[in-house]
């Protein structure tokens, strides 16, 4: 009797054919994507790991913004006085009760130093992501679609580009409110040009290379193009741009409020140089009352160029420094 067509398969062939592999997931595959966006998003962090080991200039601006924000989200544990309670012991010199001493009305210097350290550093690090966040969309769509898309961005960044900073925030302080948060918008809608433009013109050079090509092809979203495809090779300069920004807006916000155009009501490094400046602390000879944020401040801006610096060594070889081991061994001898 013959086999009919529609017999079972033999069990030799049933567990040969259980023993071949998987078919290999396609690019088109939901969960291929995912993975994909999870190897990129490891591969990144396992780069920047290295990247902060192996660069001391990374290492050394990373640490000291580390301890900056361990500061400020711990701060309310480490103290134990109220910072602007006003008490009799005034303008007193840094001791065991008052580490960093009273102002004029009393108040602990060490309270408001910790408690300006969370106000400083989150408005810094806010609005450098917001100012990142605009570079990236307005340079990464405006560079990959062209076009009219590109010609409006370019116009609207143009427009931003030749709005002064500093006056638009005196102006925008005195007529809306004199709050943090006023000064930090107009900083940001003022520095994300500069970013956009850079990341613009390196999307226009990546859009068509053969991986966003290969992408476009396999029927990609535009998107997950922009995004998932060109915007991991720009790290290193959205990287740089954020702490650039930091920085400018750190120094912004401070310099601001020393001058009288913060919230009095609020404590931070630039209200409490602004309070000491008024109340003659230089004069006095009160260095406790004013040295500590500015010190604070310097640190901080120095940690975020030292971080900059060392970022723009890791993107570009030319910048990094090698020392041949005959040059040490030569220099050895001679210090011998």
């Known amino acids: 009797m013959s086999q009919s067509p529609l017999t079972p398969l033999s069990p030799a062939?049933?567990?040969?054919?259980?023993?071949?592999p998987p078919t290999a997931p396609q690019p088109g595959d939901?969960?291929?994507r995912r993975g994909s966006l999870g190897a990129k998003a490891l591969a990144v962090l396992r780069s920047a790991w290295r990247a902060i080991a192996s660069n001391r200039k990374v290492a050394a601006g990373t640490g000291v913004i580390a301890f900056f924000a361990l500061v400020a989200l711990l701060g309310p544990l480490i103290i134990h006085q109220d910072p602007l309670k006003y008490t009799l012991t005034l303008n007193a010199s840094p001791s065991a009760a008052h580490w960093l001493g009273t102002n004029q009305g009393g108040q602990d210097v060490f309270s408001q130093l910790v408690i300006g350290t969370r106000s400083s550093v989150f408005?810094?690090?806010?609005?450098?992501?917001?100012?990142?966040?605009?570079?990236?969309?307005?340079?990464?769509?405006?560079?990959?679609?062209?076009?009219?898309?590109?010609?409006?961005?370019?116009?609207?960044?143009?427009?931003?580009?030749?709005i002064?900073?500093?006056?638009l925030a005196i102006v925008a302080v005195q007529y809306f409110n004199r709050s943090t948060i006023t000064i930090a918008i107009v900083v940001a809608l003022t520095n994300w040009p500069w970013g956009a433009r850079v990341l613009r013109a390196q999307t226009l050079s990546m859009r068509s290379r053969e991986f966003v090509t290969a992408a476009r092809a396999s029927g990609e979203k535009t998107w997950r193009i922009i995004f998932a495809e060109i915007f991991p090779n720009e790290i290193s300069i959205v990287a740089a741009n954020f702490v650039t920004t930091t920085i400018q807006v750190l120094l912004a916000v401070a310099g601001l409020e020393f001058l009288g155009f913060g919230d009095t009501?609020?404590?931070?490094?630039?209200i409490m140089l602004n309070q000491a400046y008024s109340s003659g602390a230089l004069l006095t000879g009160s260095w406790w009352w004013f040295a500590p944020p500015g010190l604070c401040i310097a640190l901080l801006g120095a940690g975020?160029?030292?971080l900059n610096f060392g970022i723009d060594e890791v993107a570009?070889?030319?910048?990094?420094?090698?020392?041949?081991?005959?040059l040490l061994a030569r220099k050895k001898l001679e210090a011998a």
């Open 13 to 20: 062939l049933g567990a040969t054919e259980a023993r071949l």
């Open 30 to 32: 939901t969960l291929y």
């Open 123 to 162: 408005w810094a690090f806010l609005t450098g992501m917001l100012v990142v966040l605009i570079s990236i969309t307005v340079g990464l769509v405006g560079g990959y679609m062209g076009g009219a898309v590109d010609d409006a961005l370019s116009l609207l960044t143009n427009v931003f580009l030749v």
């Open 164 to 167: 002064p900073s500093l006056p």
């Open 265 to 270: 009501n609020t404590i931070s490094w630039g």
């Open 304 to 306: 975020l160029a030292l």
């Open 316 to 326: 570009d070889p030319r910048l990094r420094v090698r020392r041949r081991p005959a």
